[in-house]
T-cell receptor, first 112, second 110 residues
């Protein structure tokens, strides 16, 4: 089944404790993105990647890091999480030729 | 001014009604227009994908783009309780960035 897999689905952590949210896709898509979704603000792009070793900032990159060492994986790293990063996070991928994303099931992160 | 405006609702309709969901946008460079459906506790799912102006139909769903008015619509015919979800519009100029509307919550009552 073609899909984007994110882990974990739920995560509660404390301020300052580094964490990584994993994302993997099995569709050989070139483009991958991370979004956060907050009530009233919709989906905002954090980082995106056009291919292996090629990444760029989205609209809200502060406090986040990403890497794309393999085409299928695009982890999101929070080196020192803060409460304002409490949100619902989605990883998504798409091919170069189509602007429609396939989304993962989401990771609900709470930073206390 | 936001790049994309979408009424958050909620919109409540009886089963069988025709639903109209809309977004307005400000950037005339947008060329690709999408609608996503998002059920509670799930990721958005691509529903409709259109390029430039015109209509596209898929079953009970019709997507309409009016570039002259910078207005896009999604119509749902014969709405069902299973259509209850949040619907997000999304736009792209043909580059790396996709802009999403904040979503409209739809409730279809049996």
């Amino acid at each position: 089944e073609a899909q984007v897999t994110q882990n974990p689905r739920y995560l509660i952590t404390v301020t300052g404790k580094k964490l990584t949210v994993t994302c993997s896709q099995n569709m050989n898509h070139e483009y991958m993105s991370w979004y956060r979704q907050d009530p009233g603000l919709g989906l905002r792009q954090i980082y995106y990647s056009m291919n292996v070793e090629v990444t760029d900032k989205g609209d809200v990159p502060e406090g986040y890091k990403v890497s794309r060492k393999e085409k299928r994986n695009f982890p999101l790293i929070l080196e020192s999480p803060s409460p304002n990063q409490t949100s619902l996070y989605f990883c998504a991928s798409r091919p170069v030729s189509n602007y429609g994303y396939t989304f993962g099931s989401g990771t609900r992160l709470t930073v206390v | 001014q936001k790049e994309v405006e979408q009424d958050p609702g909620p919109l409540s309709v009886p089963e069988g009604a025709i639903v109209s969901l809309n977004c307005t946008y400000s950037n005339s460079a947008f060329q690709y227009f999408m609608w996503y459906r998002q059920y509670s506790r799930k990721g958005p799912e691509l529903l409709m994908y259109t390029y430039s102006s015109g209509n596209k139909e898929d079953g009970r769903f019709t997507a309409q783009v009016d570039k002259s008015s910078k207005y896009i619509s999604l119509f749902i015919r014969d709405s069902q309780p299973s259509d209850s979800a949040t619907y997000l519009c999304a736009l792209n100029t043909g580059g790396f960035k996709t802009i999403f509307g904040a979503g409209t919550r739809l409730f279809v009552k049996a």
